[in-house]
């Protein structure tokens, strides 16, 4: 019979037994747009946790940004046929 050349370490006899008390994560589904999650845990997707907003996500900014962006611009349309009349009426007297 095959016998061990040499000893095995405490460690590496104690590493083969170390992972068999892992057992798979529960996973439940978020309540307002059913994708994974774990267990009383804030949904990653959409923010929500037990029906309340609590976490602003990445669509949530970009929308926001859109937003913000739309208004600068139509409040710089506003602004510019003003400044090219005074322009205009410079120019011509």
């Known amino acids: 019979m095959p016998v ?3 000893k095995l370490s405490r460690k590496r006899r104690d590493q083969r037994s170390a992972n068999k008390g892992i057992k798979p994560k529960a996973i439940a589904a978020c309540q307002t ?11 990653r997707d959409c ?9 602003r996500t990445k669509t949530d900014r ?3 940004r859109g937003q913000a ?3 600068k611009d139509a409040k710089m349309r506003a602004m510019q046929p003003a400044a090219e009349s005074t322009e205009t009426q410079g120019k011509g007297q």
């Open 69 to 71: 962006r739309e208004a």
């Open 33 to 43: 747009c059913q994708s994974p999650t774990m267990p009383h845990q804030v949904c």
């Open 47 to 55: 923010g929500y946790y037990k029906g309340v907003k609590v976490l």
């Open 62 to 64: 970009m929308y926001a």
């Open 4 to 6: 061990p050349k040499r």
